[in-house]
């Protein structure tokens, strides 16, 4: 018997460090062998105070107490946050800036004549509109007002998002690279448009930790009964990261959390008869093999009863007054609506969920735009002002990020023929949309960048998708270019190499 | 013979690959975009790795020829370090995706080497000439497998990711196990080979929501369970089943509060469990201690000691209690899942036993192999 090779250099000798890229993925493990009793004193906590974060694998609860961040792989922030959570009403399919927010006279005035090649400048179209014969023009046909001390341009079909405009910061000059839904809403959510990063709330779970004792810190929640363009669980995946990272979706049925509830026959009474049994076994365990992936494990069916508890807490409303309901509008008592699902958002932001994504679909008006766009904007507008001016009456705007938008904007010119009179649609445009981003650590009352007269090119102070992570991340305390994780040989982060902060909107 | 001439027979069409008369040209993208092409580019390998043999076609048939030729180490190495990481939930190389110059070191490499090595070359040689399953005997009869998976206190606190194997393996077993073994003790379990995926109890419940299958279907192995794109069962998924977006090597092992709830509420768990309580119930003619302790064994693979034994005997006599004051919960309970239930046993008698052999499929016994 011969060896005809032998070792390779690369599988030499082992290196004792340890890596900081590769933080140990076997939960539990980074606890040495020590008594149960010991492992709780640590913490100078019973059951009763362990944080769900430490029932995920994670460090220190002490530090999760504190609400520094200390506890995810960071260890705390890079610099003092102005945010500490963030609200992300994404509306998926590309609402129409044009329409919405950014006005522009020219089109009107020019409806039905041709989009100069000037203007077009190359830029390619979708497979939808790239073979017109003719690219006309089309105007808003909604009127728009100036509000607020601000003056801020909006449409009237935003009538209740008009009312907060001063509270709002508007950015005309998004722009990003994709011009399909698919990459371009999985762009917005992971800093890539090919499938696989981490999004954003994956990214803040690593590098920050979970804050609260029985809820996840990243939630998403979906408006029911949408159609439009498909959305996918890789949207709010953790990539290449540790599955623990993922979201959390809070379903509007009766098991927001799934099967949170006791099935049939089971009572909380004698539910807690049986995980006092199951502890008994598992405390006998510990005694033959003391483990503390066997406490872990205790403490987790603690925290699972508790939980059943807090979750129907906060997706019950019973306990809103009527004039909050009010506010949010009359779909808030529906579960799953989107008015409902912002007042869900602000009850878990007051609880400490760190990141908490909303999605509204049905933006992408190809044709019918007139009546689609009035549907969606008379669904969103008044909860998505509740939500501001909720947080804002509660103190929490301070240091609470709000952000709508979608993964990119409409073109300024009609799909297919312009009939005058009639309705007509918008294709897909990356050049320049518009999304406003409000409350810790934003301008209040201001309109960044400027768009040209016919609403196809930024003419000044570009926002890149990038750019707009990098600012998210700085707003909460992180320097974009120091969370990083390595993967498949190389180091990665939300902004790739890229972004830059957006200085001209911070407060 | 049979099934195979099932397959032959029944599909109307088989997609076959081959290779084209002409190979069509492939270009470098211009900074990626489709529509930018810059030089032709030809198949080859890497030039880091071992050259592409001469004589070979240059197609999948010589790749698969170049992978395997036992005159490198380099698929061999991959594939016994993966093995290996599924029995000891670690590989030898921490990083089974990379095995390259900027892999995480193995602290033993020339175990890596030997099994691979014997892998690799034909049984003439001393080799195992590529066999898995030959593989794995050799694995599992090592001395190092066969260790207790706790050690002193010092050993654990120094080596808690167990690096240095002076220990046997402890990790939770990964999603389909648990949901098949739980299937497997309780005899519902569905064996038959191939076939389309098929939509299980949690369908409903996923991002995309589909309907629950009937009869077999959902009591065959999780191998089958349907998904859909990126999105996996919820159950799976809740056991860090990954969403197929990029490919992952090795799996987490998360322990989460989340467990507990599909473990104790979900309907294939608790159904599971009622089936096994009829069952043993049935078998030890209404002797409970004696029913259970077999539960036992069969969730966890080993007899529970005196005290174990009597855990579960109080546990049963204080559900027994609960549900003979509760019959209308213990209707319930039993009602729970698409299997009919058997009338043959006190309806009390069986919630109470189902609710604790579902206690026993939380147990780490079961759920985490030591």
Redesign the interface.
Known sequence: ????????P??????KEH?PD?P???????????SRRDWLNSFGLGFGGLA?AE???RSSVAADARGDGASGVLGGFHHPPKAKRVIYLFQSGGPSQLDLYDRKPLLVEKTGEQLPDSVRGGQRLTGMSGNQSSIPLVGSPFSFAQYGESGAWISELLPHTAKVADRLCFIRTMYTESINHGPGVTFMQSGNQV??RPSIGAWLDYGLGNEHD?LPSFVVLITKNKGGQP????LW?A??L???HQA??F?SGA?P???????????PE??R???D??R???E??FAG???A??T??IA??E??FR?QASVPDVTDFADEPQSVLDLYGPDAKDPGTFAANCLLARRLAERGVRFIQLYHQDWDHHGGLKGGIAREAKQTDQPAAALVQDLAQRGMLDDTLVVWGGEFGRTNYCQGLYKPGQDFGRDHHPRCFTIWMAGGGIKPGTTYGETDDYGYNIVKDGVHVHDFHATMLHLLGIDHERLTYKF??RRYRLTDVHGKIVKGILA | MIARDDLAEKPREIMVMRDLPQPKMAYILNRGDYDKRGEPVEPDTPAALPPFPADQPKNRLGLARWLVDPDHPLLARVTVNRLWQSLFGLGLVQSPEDLGSQSTRPEYPEVLDLLAWQFSHPVADGGLAWDMKRLVKTIMLSQTYRQRSIADPKTMADDPLNVWLARGPRHRLPAEMIRDGALAACGLLVEKVGGPPVKTYDMPESFKPEKADTGEALYRRSLYTFWRRTGPGPVLESFDVPKRVVCVAKRDTTNTPLHAFVLMNGPQFVEAARVLAERLLADYAGDADRALARAFEQLTNRSPDDEERQIVQTMYEKQLAWYRGHPEDAEKLVAIGATKRSEAIPVADVAAATAVINALMNYDGTVVKR
């Not at chain 1, 018997?1 to 390779?8: G, H, I, P, S, V």
């Not at chain 1, 140990?24 to 020590?34: F, N, R």
């Not at chain 1, 959390?257 to 009572?267: C, K, R, W």
């Open positions: 018997m011969t060896r005809k090779w032998c070792l390779a690369n599988l030499g000798s082992s290196r890596s590769s140990d993925s076997v939960p539990g493990t980074d606890l040495s062998m020590v769900l029932m995920l694998g499938p696989g029985d959305l996918m669980s890789h995946g990539g290449f540790p599955t623990k959390v979706r379903r098991d959390v799934l099967y949170v509830n006791n099935p049939p026959g089971v009572s004698n539910r008869q049986v995980l049994g199951l008994q076994l598992h006998h365990q093999t003391p483990d992936e066997i872990a494990r987790n069916y925290m699972a939980m498949q040989g």
